[in-house]
């Protein structure tokens, strides 16, 4: 694994540095994080690299971790603009991108871009969607131990008290969670998000865990609804987090569709 900072020549904002971390070598793919921070994807993101298949980069969105985020980058399509000139400033093609929670959502954003280096989005538990009948937990309201409660299919296993993190990771914790209502708002849900999806060309996977209570896997199906070119797979052992819960099953998953979506692109 190697640690980058990339200095990104982006017109909104101004130049932005985009610290990122890869792994392995082959085909890329950009592996983009949720609320819980770049911790959340590092182990898949080395599974992904040990497979074989993969390049894979993983951005630290900035503001979280620490990283100095433009005071003018404040939306979630901001961040997909960025993350596609990044793709410019480092030459890649045929990048598979994969993001989970509003990282999701970054990569529902970049799916409508239509982005000539991007053969195809996975979207993993996306926040984004506003729907009334299936609303996304509060998730600002909530204790620790109620986010675990509705993230996980099997909580208990990953349980923990953040009172006893060493201090330095209790104040990133703090400011990733200051971070991420900077780019998600309170409710993490765009209400323009549903009704632009259909102009969307990029091939995109849907994955849910089927005992998600972050966002239920209503949220998925109206994705997979609105996107021209989509399918759903629901995995019935995971929740928000299935790259933690169910690993295996969505390194295969996501390695098939990039075989796939980046041979079409050949």
């Given at each position: 694994?190697?640690?980058?900072?990339?200095?990104?020549?982006f017109e909104e904002t101004g130049p932005v540095d985009v610290t990122f971390t890869t792994h392995g070598s082959g085909r890329p793919l950009v592996l983009l994080h949720g609320g819980a921070g770049p911790q959340s994807v590092a182990g898949f993101a080395e599974r992904l690299a040990a497979s074989g298949d993969f390049q894979v980069l993983v951005p630290i969105h900035p503001g979280f971790e620490g990283t100095p985020r433009p005071d003018t980058l404040t939306t979630i399509s901001g961040l997909a603009r960025l993350y596609v000139a990044l793709l410019d400033e480092l030459d890649l093609a045929g990048v598979?991108?994969?993001?989970?929670?509003?990282?999701?959502?970054?990569?529902?954003?970049?799916?409508?871009?239509?982005?000539a280096r991007v053969a195809g989005v996975v979207l993993l538990d996306a926040v984004g969607l506003d729907l009334p009948q299936a609303p996304i937990a509060d998730f600002f309201s909530l204790t620790m131990d109620q986010v675990v409660d509705l993230s996980y299919a099997n909580p208990d296993a990953f349980r923990f008290d953040p009172a006893k993190l060493p201090p330095a990771r209790q104040v990133a914790m703090a400011g990733n969670r200051e971070t991420l209502r900077v780019?998600?708002?309170?409710?993490?849900?765009?209400?323009?998000?549903?009704?632009?999806?259909?102009?969307?060309?990029?091939?995109?996977l849907v994955v849910w865990g089927a005992a998600d209570g972050i966002v239920r896997p209503e949220h998925g199906t109206a994705y997979v609804d609105a996107l021209p070119d989509a399918r759903f797979v629901l995995?019935?052992?995971a929740g928000h987090l299935p790259q933690l819960e169910t690993p295996e099953m969505v390194r295969d998953l996501?390695?098939?569709?990039?075989?796939?979506?980046?041979?079409k692109k050949a």
């Open positions: 694994m190697t640690t980058t900072t990339q200095h990104v020549h598979t991108v994969v993001g989970n929670s509003i990282g999701g959502w970054i990569a529902a954003e970049i799916a409508l871009l239509d982005a780019y998600g708002g309170t409710t993490m849900a765009d209400p323009t998000l549903l009704g632009r999806l259909p102009a969307a060309s990029t091939p995109v995995i019935a052992d996501v390695v098939e569709f990039a075989a796939v979506e980046t041979a």
